[in-house]
């Protein structure tokens, strides 16, 4: 069979339906692209979709949070990870993820503003709307603006006459006072800063003296909103580093580290015009950022960000309509979880994918990449997985395939074995590893009393964790607990509907929370199974079962057979098919 280079195929239906919402230019609801790991969501945007929305009128900011992790992406040679981007250390700082955003965002304003859609007095009239910027202009122009003899006229007038409607004309009289003053304290600061702008932020090229001119003042006015906005953010950093330091919540001081990246969403969303400036946003890895380090005080913490971010994006698109929204994600928490969380099931456009069934990928990797007994050995071991078809032809391309296949009596399946040995060692031991820990963290929280009543309710197999902190007694809880759950799945045959009886009981199991949060099993939303993220990550799940009960010693075993026949999970009644 000769040899061919890895080819994208298309996916034409996937690929309408994301142009169809890209084509708008302004959208009620974001869209989620989401799906299990390695079934191409990415391949898609970048290969597919992203040269097409960054021709004609369409621009497109792409940011992709993952890129911060260095050891972890193809961006530096390595490629991505199996399991979730929560495992990956060190984890990036919020700061960086931010100013990856915001420098997005910044480079559609300018292209807005070298096309002429916005303007000084668009951005003034936008940053007017949700924050009165007098005292941070003054303060960022070392003015003291203030009109004493207006406001003095003012309170003389309503001495004189205090009927209702002369107060009423006094309101609107001093309202567009007020506004006057402001607008002409605005043009005064942007003057300044027009005037202190170099070279490099004229147009260039032959341009007319009026263009330059409008250019210069829109980027001034951009830099003024900039600086507005980060003053603002001064007067309450003793407030938000108490915020850090206690752990609390507060929506306004989660809004305010929100605000510049929603104002310049607002102001490419008032700009966005059919035909000659259509601006998109995709987020790549959008669960990067809800997990990100908080390295300072100046924000609130990572969570909180993302939550305001996103929440500040919903509000924009049903309010007034917002430029299209993509997020990117294959973190099961976007698939059902997140549109609870945000307020009812409709509240994002949903958009799961699975990448191929066996026939597709049977249709477009026969003949071409592999033989048909090669194919019925990969379909029966590891699924039809984009990823993991590209992977195995990598490897049955390298010097290694061919040594292996010069050995006497071996053959193609001694690759596969070599394969899912590699995904064993790599990615299913080492996330375990992680669920432990996170089951370790369970069984303290319960002991200090963090974990509700509710969740440690009677029956309930997890009900009992030690009541001592000691590790090695929370380790072997938290194996018990763990392998329990895997047992059950596999009695359940990798398929529980979590939906089936409408308790969602299965979603207060740590231990299913665990190996959610680690990115081995995901909960896709329609149909509402819990799996494992591919056939090939389910064939390691049952080996590590069965080498832990291998490795355990008699007592252990005894504890594993007590928690299995007295207090263990069966999801059984969960094997509902969709019919």
Known sequence: MVQRAWRIIPRPLLETILNNHAQHHRVPQPLILHGPRGVGKTTLILERLLDDWNTGPHVTGYVDFAENIKDQHPKYGCSFPWASWSNCQPQPALLSLRNQLEESLESMVIRGIKLGKISSHQIFTTINKWHNPTT????????????????????????????????????????????????????????????????????????????????????????????????????????????????????????????????????LSSAAEVGYFQPKLVINNIDVLKNAVLTDDTTVNASMYHDSFIWRTIALCVNERCLPVILVTSDSYYSYQAFIDYGFPDIFISRETFGWTPAEANMHMVDDYFTQAEWNLIVETL???????????????????????????????????AYLAYLQLTVVDPAMEKALLHLQKFALDAQSGKVSKDRLRFGAPWRHPPHTDDPSICHQWAKIQLLDFVQSLVNTEFGVNYLADCSLEILDDPSAVALLEVGLLYAQRDPSFIRPITRGIQRCLVRWLV????????????????????????YRHLMLQIR
């Open 136 to 267: 941070a202009i003054e303060r960022i122009c070392g003015l003291n603006v203030i009109n004493s003899l207006r406001i003095n006229s003012k309170r003389d007038v309503v001495k004189r006459d205090d009927s209702e409607r002369s107060k009423r004309k006094v309101s609107a009289v001093a309202a567009a006072s007020s506004l006057s003053s402001l607008l002409n304290l605005w043009d005064r600061a942007v003057f300044q800063l027009s005037v202190r702008l170099n070279a490099k932020e004229s147009f260039g090229g032959d341009v007319s003296l009026m263009e330059d001119s409008y250019y210069r003042e829109a980027m001034a006015a951009l830099e003024l909103a900039k600086e507005v906005i980060k003053v603002q953010q001064g007067w309450r950093a003793n407030a938000i580093k108490h915020l850090n330091e206690t752990g609390g919540f507060s929506r306004p001081l989660a809004h305010s580290a929100t605000d510049w990246p929603c104002l310049l969403l607002e102001l």
């Open 547 to 570: 080498q832990q009960r291998l490795q355990m010693n008699f007592k252990e075993s005894v504890e594993y057979l007590w928690q299995r026949s007295v207090r263990g999970r069966s």
């Open 383 to 417: 699924g039809p997985s984009s990823r993991h078809l590209f992977e195995v032809y990598a490897l049955k391309l390298s010097n290694y395939y061919n040594k292996v296949t010069d050995e006497k009596g071996s053959t193609f399946e001694d690759i596969v074995d």
